[in-house]
């Protein structure tokens, strides 16, 4: 009988777990053949963003070339990898869990979240980044200054690797600014907003060379959309047909799935009747040609 992995968004945990993984991972050769570097995704709440999101971080980050047949090798992109497996610096973002109830609270937990990430990428890589470098980008108390200096300590050390910036739950802080406090969201996203600041020292990154690819995911546009120019160098991946499966289960799988945990032939047209009901029924291509199943 298989494991369900509920509520665990680390691959790698997934994987050393060994729990049931619904290989997705045919879509990162996919994303890689588009020529588009700067990649933006939206999904509802619970659909599987975060562990895509991971799953791009073990198949990217240098950190994990030695593990590369323990996590891929019974996958698609295990026995297809790409030229650029294993090859970036790896700078993962998350905006959950960022206390929105004043102006200064929201700042210092996006803070916080954008040091988290500089720290990780930089422990990761301690041939690389001494401890006087970590700690002086850890004393920044701005977003864009902690990222402005982590891509100059990656310039001027010649690190011979480039920056893949993966950013999870991009607006979930902004979502709730925008039910509750909608005059600091227009704050924090206008010209000088610290978020817009923040995307748009990313933007300037990319003319660097040093960041070389972004993928970002959230449930709505809207934040995206009211940077304009702050950050328009975007690619929506949304309602793209060839992603429509990229996230969440088919019919078939879900069926699959009933079957590997052990539930009785008879019982099935049943479950798979309350299954549809509640969770199917999700297109974001209205040319798709399979509902999706929310895989809540």
């Known amino acids: 009988m298989i494991r369900i992995p509920y509520g665990i968004s680390n691959f790698g945990k997934l994987i050393n777990d060994g729990c049931y993984y619904v290989d997705r991972t045919h879509y990162i050769a996919l994303l890689e053949k588009l020529g588009e570097p ?14 895509f999101v991971s799953t791009l971080e073990h198949y990217y980050g240098l950190q994990h070339k030695d593990k590369f047949q323990q996590f891929f090798g019974k996958y698609y992109i295990g026995e297809h990898p790409t030229p650029q497996a294993n090859s970036y610096l790896v700078l993962s973002l998350s905006f959950s869990g960022i206390n929105t109830d004043t102006s200064a609270t929201t700042y210092r937990d996006f803070l916080r979240n954008v040091q988290l990430g500089a720290h990780t990428l930089m422990s990761n890589y301690p041939e690389w980044f001494d401890i006087e470098t970590i700690h ?3 004393q920044l108390d701005s977003p864009s200054y902690v990222i402005q200096h982590l891509i100059k ?16 739950e991009y607006d979930h802080f902004a979502n709730e600014l925008l039910a509750f406090d909608f005059s600091n969201f227009k704050n924090i996203v206008s010209k000088n907003g610290f978020v817009r600041k923040f995307y748009e020292t990313l933007k300037e990154g990319t003319h660097t060379g040093i960041v070389d690819r972004m993928f970002i995911t959230g449930v709505t546009p809207i934040t995206l959309d009211s940077l304009t120019s702050g950050f328009n160098i975007s690619s929506k991946l949304t309602t793209d047909i060839r992603f429509n499966e990229l996230l969440g289960f088919t ?19 049943f479950a798979m009747q309350e299954l549809a009901f509640w969770y199917n029924g999700y297109l974001f291509n209205e040319d798709a040609k399979r509902k999706i199943y929310n895989p809540d």
């Open 38 to 51: 700067y990649l933006f995704l939206v999904r509802p709440r619970r659909f599987g963003k975060s562990l």
């Open 153 to 168: 300590a990656i310039k001027t050390k010649n690190i011979p690797a480039k920056l893949y910036i993966l950013i999870d």
């Open 251 to 269: 019919k078939e799988e879900v069926l699959v799935i009933l079957n590997e945990i052990g539930m009785p032939v008879v019982e099935t047209p």
């Open 136 to 138: 002086q980008i850890a």
